[in-house]
């Protein structure tokens, strides 16, 4: 703030400058000294007539103002009235007063002096001639030489509709932000009732919060460096304690930054000045960006929130996401300063191009949630065996329907589900693909793979998806805290590994492992009555407590948080995304029943809906058995509750999943297979990608 002092001075200099009061309302024009002047005149700039011609037209044109300098003969003491050019066509122009400046002055009693424009960097003194003065108006001649004093490094930026908050250590005010500039910001602030400025400490940090149509822009520990005014109002100068602020928790695994060529653009409109601001990107990664800016022309705050951004790609792609100034580095072989941003949301159809677009720049065969060729798809899942005649034995009755559902999935890609293929000339070598399954939960699925040249596709679409888990929870819009897999114990790829990464990580509350049974119920039983004392019913509050009870007992995992269950969620099983699905025209629904005995909890049994194959092993379209009494529920008590639900469902054979496995081994139950639902908190993925880079050496940049 050094290089401007002597604009300081001139305009509102603390040691040479102060207001008159005028009936208690509002600051009345500046007073300040002639000496002030003459000091700053010493080592001006020359402005000719032309050049304060076109400035004084460009303050008109925006509607702007600028000031009159006016002196006292008799008190020696000069004020600025602000004043409203017209068009400065000749030689002449006439500026109108403000209104509310010449409420507290008698024009009759003071001198003109000086025309002075205030340009943000810089203040323009112009010594014009007098023609004529009164009450509404004032006419000069422009002189042919005028004086650019006080030259600031950065320009200062009048603002307007910004609300400012400050607060120190008790005391607290409101009131408005007058303007800013890179290296700080003037405030003006009326104290509380409560309060007054005799509580402010101008040695000690405030706490500022600057917020615009209820959107918070900045919030940070401030310096002040200068005020003025009574005990209820002052104006304060400000400068941020930090030029650099720690977003998110440092990750030991970054997503790389990349340099673009060509590199993208930055737009949005500045939230302080409320302009169009542009900027070329210097690099980018799926967690922010980095930009250059001129030092003079700088508009950029460390800390500052821009709410809507646009990044614009060539060929005219846009995304639309928010961002937040996060550091300020001075580059010591020029005069730019770069500026390093991070994204703070998007939505996950912006967030999955800009992915696509990165990830697809360091592996060319690598696609992210793009419009896929359905033959192509089809060819490989039955080619990789994905889907083999017991699982295609599920949806052929259906395949019409399972055909459609897949190609909404795949070609309009909706934001309920992300795919990842590693594509080679049009055609599939590896395949996985994310679903939005519960309300913050996201399930992995669909994972096949086959050579290509020599490379490890599957490993290829698994770093796909990691990566773009790995800033993906950090977006708010992207509604997700878990995510969930199912695979069968046998099968050696999924083990080694979601269930080693489980093991080794040897916390359930970061990843847990279920072990569940898996049958296909033919409801042999249906229209069977359960015995007496027996009841199936909706689930009340209490038989979700305590079936939270029971799991924290036997696995103490995620499962009930991942499926919106757990006893601390204040909605229980959230039906927002029923209707996100139905609205994007797919079936996902769940109802959750208790099966108790004389009052006593026995076994809670979870309805899940969907279209049909949208998992190919109908695992989002089954009904999942959470036992609580093992040993006070028989098996023939259980089979009739699931066939009394089972014709909820539109199939011949509903599958089934038990938990825990014991119960099925105990009651000799037919079992046809395992599965194991993995689940892991996001907040963990950087420790997921440690272990994938070293277990099978994936690198990531």
């Not at 004392?533 to 689930?539: A, D, I």
Request: charged share 25%; hydrophobic share 40%.
């Amino acid at each position: 703030m050094k290089s401007s002092r002597s604009i300081e001075i001139v305009l509102k200099g603390t040691k040479s400058a102060r207001r008159v009061p005028r009936d208690g309302s509002g600051l009345p024009p500046w007073i300040f000294k002639n000496q002030d002047l003459e000091n700053a005149l010493e080592s001006a700039e020359t402005v000719d007539k032309n050049t304060l011609a076109n400035t004084i037209n460009h303050i008109h044109f925006m509607d702007g103002s600028l000031f009159v300098h006016l002196r006292h003969p008799r008190y020696e003491e000069s004020i600025l009235v602000r004043a409203y050019p017209e068009p400065c066509i000749a030689k002449e122009i006439t500026c109108r007063w403000s209104n509310e400046d010449l409420m507290s002055i008698d024009l009759k009693k003071y001198q003109f002096m000086h025309i002075i424009i205030d340009d943000g960097r810089s203040v323009i003194l112009a010594p014009a001639l007098l023609k004529e003065i009164n009450k509404d108006f004032l006419k000069v001649e422009l002189p042919e030489t005028s004086y650019a004093v006080g030259q600031r490094q950065t320009k200062r930026h009048t603002c307007r509709d910004v609300i400012t908050e400050l607060i120190q250590s008790g005391f607290h005010g409101r009131g408005e932000l007058l303007d800013f500039s890179p290296a700080g910001f003037r405030v003006r602030v009326k104290a509380d009732p409560s309060c007054s400025f005799h509580w402010f400490n101008s040695d000690e940090l405030v706490t500022i919060h600057l917020r615009k149509d209820q959107q918070m822009l900045f919030s940070g520990l401030c310096r002040c460096i200068r005020q003025r005014g009574k005990l209820q109002d002052r104006e304060i100068v400000l400068v941020p304690v930090d030029e650099r602020i720690k977003r998110f928790k440092k990750k030991s695994l970054r997503n790389l930054r990349q340099q673009l060529v060509p590199s993208p653009n930055f737009v949005f409109i500045h939230p302080f000045l409320n302009k169009r601001t542009e900027f070329k990107g210097y690099d980018i990664s799926t967690s922010g960006f980095s930009v250059y800016e001129e030092t003079e022309k700088s508009v950029l705050l460390p800390g500052m929130i821009i709410p809507e951004m646009t990044i614009n790609f060539v060929g005219g792609l846009k995304i639309e996401c928010a961002a937040q100034v996060i550091y300020r580095l001075d580059e010591e072989e020029d005069r730019d300063v770069r500026y390093g941003f991070s994204i703070l949301d998007m939505d996950i159809n912006a967030y999955s191009r800009l992915t696509h677009i990165l990830t697809n720049a360091l592996d060319p065969h690598a696609y992210i949630s793009n419009e896929v060729d359905m033959d192509a798809l089809w060819e490989f899942f039955f080619d990789t065996g994905f889907i083999y005649p017991a699982k295609y034995r599920l949806i052929q009755s259906h395949r019409d329907e399972f055909k459609e559902t897949y190609r909404k999935l795949y070609q309009e890609c909706p934001e309920i589900s992300r795919h990842f293929t590693s594509q080679k000339n049009g055609r599939v070598y590896g395949h996985m693909s994310m679903l939005r399954v519960y309300e913050r939960t996201w399930l992995i699925h669909h994972h096949a793979a086959r050579a290509m040249d020599s490379k490890r596709t599957g490993f290829m679409v698994l770093k796909q998806i990691v990566h773009y888990m790995n800033d993906m929870y950090r977006l708010p819009s992207a509604q997700i805290d878990y995510v969930m897999c199912y695979f069968q114990p046998k099968n050696k790829f999924p083990d080694r590994v979601f269930g080693n990464f489980a093991r080794s990580l040897d916390n359930p509350r970061g990843c847990s492992m279920d072990l569940f049974a898996f049958l296909l119920y033919t409801s042999l039983s249906l229209g069977t009555q359960l015995p007496e004392g027996w009841s199936l019913g909706e689930c009340s509050a209490h038989d979700i407590w305590e079936l939270n009870r029971f799991y924290v007992h036997s696995s103490g995992g995620l499962l009930l948080d991942s499926m919106g269950l757990a006893e601390q969620q204040e909605a229980p099983m959230d039906k927002s995304l029923e209707e996100l699905y139905r609205r994007l025209g797919f079936t996902r629904e769940w109802q959750i029943y208790s099966l108790a005995f004389r009052g006593e909890l026995a076994a809670v049994l979870i309805l899940d809906y969907s279209d049909l194959g949208i998992n190919l092993s109908e695992l989002l379209n089954c009904i999942k058995v959470l036992v609580i009494n093992q040993e006070g529920l028989p098996w023939n008590v259980l089979s009739v509750a699931i066939s009394q639900l089972a014709g909820e469902y539109n199939m011949d054979r509903v599958p089934v999943m038990f938990y825990p496995f014991e119960y099925v081994q105990d009651n000799n139950v037919p079992c046809e297979k395992q599965y194991q639902l993995w689940i892991y908190d996001v907040h963990f993925v950087d420790r997921f990608m440690e272990h994938l880079q070293k277990r099978f050496r994936i690198k990531y940049k």
